[in-house]
């Protein structure tokens, strides 16, 4: 069984630009959830996804949006890049109702540069 | 909002002994509190989890004990070996269980 597939897996930006990050869940897996990752930070959440539906936003500005497909694939967006936003940005799956009903299951993560 | 505070930050540990690792979490509906695993270049894995109805949970060399009324719970590994060098975060559930919030990780290090 494949396991969370996330693309690209590196990339740079300059600011001001903006980046679209894609997440392949486990098949079958109907949550997807996004972590930002940094050093000082840890893993921060961004946004969980049921179903097409977004059910919760973590703390972060309007430039973080995300969406879910039909086949439970995810997207996510950051427009107009700052220096702050570099970063591994994580998707996780999750096989039952959502991330309190059990494991989830990580990506490798798209590491991003904004210079 | 929900907050998850974890010490400490680095633990250095020879191998063989024991290390511990405690979180604090401060939304009392949390009802789930998992830990995970990170490698260098790996996306976090599930090691242990326990819920709010259980007080103590053991796997092997891995233990949880939950405390519910201090909101505490904790991680206990023994007889470390070296491959248990890695990052360790805790999380636990938001309320509506739509989200784990994480603390911000303990660095393991272990010297052989």
């Known amino acids: 069984k494949a396991g969370v597939t996330q693309t690209p897996r590196y990339l740079i930006k300059t600011r001001g630009q903006q980046v679209t990050l894609s997440c392949s869940p486990i098949s079958g897996h109907r949550s997807v959830s996004w972590y930002q990752q940094t050093p000082g930070q840890g893993l921060q959440f961004l946004f969980e996804?049921?179903?097409?539906?977004?059910?919760n936003k973590g703390n972060f500005p309007g430039r973080f949006s995300g969406r879910q497909f039909s086949n439970s694939r995810s997207e996510m967006n950051v427009s107009t890049l700052e220096l702050g936003d570099s970063a591994l940005y994580l998707c996780?799956?999750?096989?039952?109702?959502?991330?309190?009903?059990?494991?989830?299951?990580f990506g490798e993560g798209s590491r991003l540069t904004v210079l | 909002g929900e907050n998850v505070e974890q010490h400490p930050s680095t633990l250095s540990v020879q191998e063989g002994d024991s290390a511990v690792i405690k979180c604090t979490y401060s939304?009392?509906?949390?009802?789930?509190f998992p830990w995970y695993k990170q490698e260098l270049g790996k996306g976090p894995q599930l090691i242990i989890d326990?819920?709010?109805?259980?007080g103590e949970k053991k796997d092997q060399r891995i233990a949880v004990t939950l405390n519910k009324t201090a909101k505490h719970f904790s991680l206990h590994i023994t007889e470390t070996q070296p491959e248990d060098s890695a990052v360790y975060f805790c999380a636990a559930s938001n309320q509506a269980g739509t989200a784990l919030i994480f603390g911000k990780g303990t660095t393991l290090s272990v010297s052989s």
């Open positions: 996804y049921f179903s097409e539906t977004q059910r």
């Open positions: 326990i819920r709010s109805n259980v």
């Open positions: 996780a799956s999750n096989a039952a109702g959502g991330p309190n009903t059990g494991e989830l299951f």
């Open positions: 939304d009392s509906a949390s009802n789930y």
